[in-house]
Structure formats: C-alpha cells, structure tokens
C-alpha cells in the first residue's frame, strides 16, 4: 500500500487503519502542544487586531484550526488494536490534541424529506460524495488553511483531507457570475461589515452534503460565512439556508482559527481504493 495517499472509507483493512494512523500521529506530533488549548487562543486574542493601509482589518495569513486529516485521532490501545476517532488519552499517555467543536445538532428538514434523509444516512458509506475523494462542498469543508486578501477580493486555500481546494471571491462590489456552472463549493462574494469579513456562496450542485447523516441540499443552496478577526485568531460562522427543504436556517457551531508560522504544504493525493475491501457497509458516524 502506498502510505502517501489518504484513504477514506471507514472500515478498511489493517494495513489501511495502520497507514492512516502513522501519518495522522506524525502530523499531531509535529505541531505546539498548546495548539489549539483555550490558554493559547486566550493569549494569542489580546493581542492587537492588524489592519492594512486602507484602514481594514487584514486577514492575510496561515490558519490553524486542527482541520485536514486530524479528524483522525489515532491512539494504540492496551490490546494492541488502533482506534482512530474519540479515542481517549494512550494508555500512560496525555490526553490528545484539542479538536474543532463536534457538530451535534442538525437540519431541521420539512417533514416530506425527512424519509430521503434517512435513506441517505443509512447508505452513507456507499453514496456519500466525500468518501469518494471529492470536495466536501461549502460548509462542510469549513474554514480556510490560508487567506490572501487583495484590495479586489480574497483567496482562500484548503489544505483538506480529499486534496487542495480554493475559492476566490471578490470583495470590490462585483456580483455573483452568471456565466459559470453549478459546482461543489459554489461561486462566492464577499464584503466587509466592520472587523468582519461577509462570504455569500450560491451556485452549488447537487452532490455534496452540509454535514454527515444524509444531510443533503438543493441547487438553491445559500451559504453566508463570517470571519471576525480577534487578534490574532478569527472567529468563523456559517449560516445555511436552503428553504425548499430546510425549515429555518442552519447555523453551523462557530469555530476558531489561529495564525501559525507552519505553511500549508501540497497534500498527499486522495485516491478512492478501499471499495472493495469494505468489511461492512451499514453507516458509520463521521467527524464532518
């Protein structure tokens, strides 16, 4: 098996678990052991908010937000057996590092879809698109590694499990085009309200999710995202309406980034090979 590529099916064969969690533990290993401890963000929000020459805030910079492949948590246990997510501290070790909150509320669909959404948790592991190497869609890929911000408009760039992704989105007035086909993470455009910067996303298609469980959405999909930056850490909001099938809109738990010094680097390749060594097929929780 060739260790470099990600591997993304939930229940796979040893060799796979094994590769998985040797290069997670790696990536863990090599970061503060403070990352992400409400001690650091505390320190690292005092300090003062930087702003650029035309007077607003500046977002340029690398993010943490222990997104990427540290959604798996590997930890070898007493009988030597490998548990990837919610594991608990290692046996005589310290507990592992902090992880972004856990999404525990969900949709409300309308009561005439609630019958596909359960269909589609129960076959998640078969027609899930983020299980097959494709990009999770907005907001499910949930903030960005990287922001570069122009007078025109800012770039964001995704260090993801799936691969790398980006999104550019104007910021100088222009609207949303009209010239460009449905895709996975939609045509986005951005304004600045304050200390905050404003993303609204349309233009999806069909083939991702908004969360796990079958969460699915329609093409009328809007996305509103906010990035407030507090010293040196930004606070991310993402708020979802969808209401030909959704009751209310959907607001995501905020999360919280942090500026770094380790730069992003080219992601292994996601490479779809497990299908065929699925031990079982029934649905299997994820972190996203």
Known sequence: MNMTHRLLMPTVVALTVLGVASTASAQVAARAPDRGTVQQLQK???????????????????????????????????????????????????????????QTDFPKYKPEFQAKVADLKKRQVEVDSNLRCQAPGVPRIGPPAKIIQSAREVVFLYDDVNGAFFRIIPTDGRPHRKDVPASYLGDAVGRFEGDTLIVETVGFNEDTWLTDNGAFHTKDLKVTERFRRVGDTIEWRAVVNDPSILVEPWSLKPQVMWITDIEIEEPARCEDRDVEHIIDGSHHDNPR
């Open 44 to 102: 690292l929000s005092a300090k003062p908010t930087p702003k650029l020459a035309d007077g607003r805030i500046d977002f340029n910079g690398t993010w943490d937000h222990l997104g990427g492949i540290e959604f798996v948590r590997p930890v070898k246990k007493a009988d030597g057996s490998i548990c990837l997510i919610a594991c608990g501290p290692a046996p005589g070790g310290a507990p592992p590092a902090p992880f972004p909150p856990v």
